[in-house]
């Protein structure tokens, strides 16, 4: 039985994150309204941003990209898939002109690129092996046991391990989340980190895998850990980042944002 969307996806049109900010203004935005097209990076992460099997752009941020992106009055919108660590170095380097990917916004990131205001917020879990025989269901179990914990190059996750206390030696970082249920099959690593949804939908995907249940909220330094999602830019490109704002804030919670992401969560 799916439960509420609104316990994935929580009103944002509020939040303000001041952690990025820049005084140069770029002309991507001329750009690409002149040409009528665009290019935007994704890491191949379902449900947040991946390509169908005709490289269509698909998921979460993509979904909301090209209608953001045709609202500006951009309608080709292409898309290039790269590993989740190389989306940043990939737009600076100008691959592409937006991440569109789900990527979390932190403090680090922002010293980097510039983000939206968030889409989405959502917290960890872990993928296991059927049953779950390690009784892995938290990071205090990753830090107390015998075990090792998979997590994604340039994700949060190995931050969030690292800050918990979790020994180095425990780490494993893998290029992407096949190779990390991969790993987890063959025993390389005994859990994979990653957002619930994510960890969730590699496990509909492998009888051999599943979501570990019930998953301990990740606490912190005395705060819990939840991630909130935008769409990333090159830091001069202050005008598209904020033309992004305006349209987001119009659209993110209507009747038709929730419908066009219901599908794509999986509970």
């Not at 916004?105 to 960890?124: A, V």
Request: aromatic share 8%; proline share 5%; net charge negative.
């Amino acid at each position: 039985m799916k439960k509420p969307l609104q316990k994935y996806i929580i009103s944002l049109t509020n939040i303000v994150f001041a952690l990025c900010s820049t005084a140069v203004v770029a002309n991507t935005l001329d750009k690409i309204q002149d040409e009528g097209t665009v290019t935007i990076g994704v890491a191949n992460e379902v449900p947040y941003g991946y390509t169908t099997s005709d490289g269509k752009p698909a998921g979460e941020a993509p979904s909301i990209a090209v209608h953001v992106l045709n609202e500006l009055g951009v309608d080709d919108v292409n898309v290039v898939v790269t590993e989740f660590g190389s989306l940043i170095p990939g737009l600076r380097a100008g691959r592409f002109d937006v991440i569109a990917a789900g990527m979390y916004i932190t403090p680090k990131r922002c010293e980097q690129i510039l983000f939206s205001n968030p889409t989405y917020s959502i917290g960890e879990g872990f993928l296991v092996k059927n049953g779950n025989p390690e009784g892995l269901n938290g990071y205090d179990d990753i830090k107390s046991k015998p075990v090792k914990l998979g997590v994604m190059s340039g994700a949060v996750e190995y931050g969030y391990a690292r800050d918990f206390g979790i020994e180095m030696s425990k780490i494993v970082t893998l290029p992407d989340y096949p190779s990390g249920v991969a790993a987890l099959k063959s025993g390389r690593i005994d859990a994979l980190a990653g957002t619930s949804l994510t960890m969730a939908s590699l496990g509909q995907k492998d009888d051999r895998v599943e979501l570990a249940q019930p998953f301990k909220t990740l606490v912190i330094n005395g705060e819990e850990i939840k991630g909130y999602g935008g769409f990333g830019f090159r830091p001069a490109d202050t005008s598209l980042r904020d033309a992004f704002n305006e349209k987001i804030a119009s659209f993110v919670d209507t009747k038709e944002h929730i419908a066009m992401v219901e599908s794509l969560w999986f509970w």
